[in-house]
């Protein structure tokens, strides 16, 4: 990936950031590099919802448990049987939320009750950003990884459904 790119992807994203967080131990930009070397059908648009996910977790979809929930039905519904997504990631940058791959609930390790908890409680207290920044993943990202997946807040994740993963 050209760095020209990246570095307008880390300049959209400054534009919609509401505060300088404290350092991380990787540098933001590291981290998406690397988030290209993983995913090269990656397009700058993939770049910044990467580090918009960072930065709000799903606090800019859904309030309603139930249209939540309804979605995650809906989704799955639709979905391959596999993708080219881990079976979940966390976000760079800070790594404040992790992408919950939606093969987990279709495979009995997750119910989307699990997970529609998960995601609603992710998004209490973050604010919400303005719509016009909100993108979804390429066209090329799509065709490539199949993208299904939820967004919840580290800290629920590792503390409620990563140890349903392990068994």
């Known amino acids: 990936?050209?760095?020209?790119?990246?570095?307008?992807?880390?300049v959209l994203l400054a534009s919609c950031r509401p505060a300088a967080p404290e350092p991380s131990e990787e540098p933001c930009a590291d981290a998406l590099m690397a988030y290209a070397e993983q995913y090269p059908a990656a397009e700058p648009?993939?770049?910044?919802?990467?580090?918009?996910?960072?930065?709000?977790?799903?606090?800019?979809?859904?309030?309603?448990?139930?249209a939540c929930a309804y979605y995650i039905n809906d989704e799955l519904s639709s979905m391959p049987d596999s993708?080219?997504?881990?079976?979940?990631?966390?976000?760079?940058c800070e790594g404040n939320f992790?992408?919950?791959?939606?093969?987990?609930?279709?495979q009995g390790m997750l119910s989307v009750e699990q997970l529609t908890s998960a995601v609603m409680r992710s998004a209490q207290g973050i604010a919400s950003p303005d719509h016009k920044y909100v993108m979804s993943h390429s066209a090329a990202f799509k065709a490539a990884y199949a993208p299904h997946y939820r967004i919840v807040r580290r800290d629920i994740f590792e503390r409620e459904l990563l140890p349903l993963l392990a068994d």
């Open 1 to 10: 990936m050209k760095l020209l790119p990246l570095l307008l992807a880390v």
């Open 45 to 66: 648009q993939d770049l910044y919802k990467l580090v918009f996910q960072d930065l709000y977790g799903p606090g800019h979809l859904l309030t309603d448990s139930a």
């Open 83 to 92: 993708n080219g997504l881990p079976d979940y990631e966390y976000t760079r």
């Open 98 to 106: 992790v992408r919950v791959n939606l093969r987990l609930v279709r």
